[in-house]
């Protein structure tokens, strides 16, 4: 079955770096636009960046310039860079494919928290 396994979150202060990865397994990771989401308590879970098969990209407002998602399809790995952390990026993040019709895979990981404060 589709798995998800994500990493390299931490607690960070304003301005700081962090690299999330995700480790995908039960898929040909290739064939799929992939996709970074994150969740705050009480929110729904949200979009944030998208990395298609030919690696074109598309970030939300809120991110753009700071964090850059990139891809190993011979890895089955999902990265995304995170620069300038602020406080507002503080949330869990998870990866899974950005499949039509804005659905994905039912199977989520256990995310990764990050948490950006002074």
């Known amino acids: 079955q589709v798995q998800f396994v994500e990493s390299g979150g931490g607690l960070v202060q304003p301005g700081e770096s962090l690299t999330l990865s995700c480790a995908a397994s039960?898929?040909?990771?290739?064939?799929?636009?992939m996709a970074w989401f994150r969740q705050t308590p009480g929110e729904e879970r949200e979009l944030v960046a998208v990395i298609r098969k030919l690696g074109d990209t598309s970030y939300i407002e809120a991110i753009k310039g700071r964090f850059t998602i990139s891809r190993d399809n011979a890895k089955s790995a999902l990265y995304l860079q995170m620069n300038n952390l602020k406080p507002e990026d503080t949330a869990v993040y998870f990866c899974?494919?950005?499949?039509?019709?804005?659905?994905?895979?039912?199977?989520w990981g256990q995310g990764t928290q990050v948490t950006v404060s002074s």
């Open positions: 039960g898929l040909i990771f290739r064939n799929f636009n």
């Open positions: 899974n494919a950005a499949l039509s019709a804005g659905k994905t895979f039912d199977s």
